[in-house]
């Protein structure tokens, strides 16, 4: 009977772990991906940007904001392959500015 129990906490500690590790080293991709759909929106957005002053500032905001998503992309790749916990927070953050960047693009 404890043998019993003891495996049965075994399995639900491993499961947990298991669990906890995914949530915190894999939110990267879902935040590139926002990033992505976001950069797309505003270069929509900035095709109709009448005032060419407005239309450049909207214009470099995107290209930044691209960078930025492909240098999260770089350090998400780089995270998995190191099994680095920073380097999954910096990709996380500059995927998150990017986004920020281009979503006030109209």
């Given at each position: ?102 979503d006030h693009v109209?």
């Amino acid at each position: 009977m404890n043998r019993c129990k003891l495996t049965l906490v075994a399995i639900v500690a491993s499961l947990t772990l298991a669990t906890a590790t995914q949530v915190f080293a894999f939110s990267c991709p879902g935040l590139i991906k926002g990033a992505n759909e976001s950069i797309a929106k505003a270069e929509a957005a900035a095709g109709n940007i009448a005032n060419e002053r407005e239309k450049g500032r909207a214009m470099m905001m995107i290209e930044l904001a691209k960078q930025w998503n492909g240098e999260a992309q770089t350090d998400h790749k780089e995270a998995g392959a190191k099994k680095d916990a920073q380097l999954h927070y910096r990709a996380e953050a500059k995927a998150k500015a990017a986004k920020a960047l281009v979503d006030h693009v109209k």
